[in-house]
């Protein structure tokens, strides 16, 4: 797929992230948001949250990889291998559970409506970071990986693998909220 074609297919999804959550969790109460499904399963604001501590790290990173990028003309995107596997890993049709690494984790937190609010601004940060990348080489090696920094992914990989996480934990949240209790339901705002 070429730079163009693929920086907007990732535009549309967050937009359609961002149309999510304000349509589906912001009108809910902070104690539907907070309901867990199950014990060790997350709440609303927990899946948020984990994607909130994501974005912290990625987003400066994407920053920093777009002012030395320089300029490319429309390419292909290219994938490596570990790649194609991470955002295979991620991806929202694979039903598989996926391990996080504690600092990751907000299991048991006591959120509020701030997650939210963050969420989306770091949604709208994500937006002009694809706005920028227009012209830059996404198949440049310039993302530390989260969980191991010497290994670096190719620059769209690495967004791509963002916005595909982000979706598979707003599916997440998405189930969360079709199962609380009729009790919690009938609070909305």
């Known amino acids: 797929m070429t730079t163009n074609a693929f920086l907007a297919q990732l535009a549309q999804a967050t937009r359609q992230l961002i149309n999510t959550v304000q349509a589906e969790f912001e009108p809910l109460e902070v104690a539907q948001l907070n309901q867990q499904p199950a014990p060790n399963a997350w709440s609303v604001l927990e899946c948020l949250e984990h994607l909130n501590r994501y974005s912290r790290y990625y987003n400066p990173r994407f920053a920093q990889a777009l002012a030395k990028a320089g300029t490319a003309v429309e390419a292909e995107v290219g994938y490596?291998?570990?790649?194609?596997?991470?955002?295979?890993?991620?991806?929202?049709?694979?039903?598989?559970?996926?391990?996080?690494?504690?600092?990751?984790?907000?299991?048991?937190?006591?959120?509020?409506?701030?997650?939210?609010?963050?969420?989306?601004?770091?949604?709208?940060?994500?937006?002009?970071?694809?706005?920028?990348?227009q012209h830059a080489d996404l198949n440049r090696k310039a993302v530390p990986v989260?969980?191991?920094?010497?290994?670096?992914?190719r620059l769209g990989e690495a967004i791509e693998f963002v916005i595909v996480h982000e979706q598979r934990h707003v599916q997440q949240a998405l189930r969360v909220k079709a199962n609380l209790p009729a009790e919690l339901a009938l609070t909305v705002v």
Do not use: C, D, Y
């Open 80 to 133: 490596s291998w570990f790649g194609r596997k991470s955002i295979a890993m991620m991806a929202p049709s694979n039903t598989k559970k996926a391990k996080t690494l504690k600092r990751m984790n907000p299991s048991g937190s006591r959120l509020g409506r701030e997650v939210l609010a963050e969420f989306l601004q770091h949604q709208q940060q994500l937006l002009e970071l694809l706005r920028q990348a």
């Open 146 to 153: 989260e969980f191991f920094q010497l290994l670096k992914l």
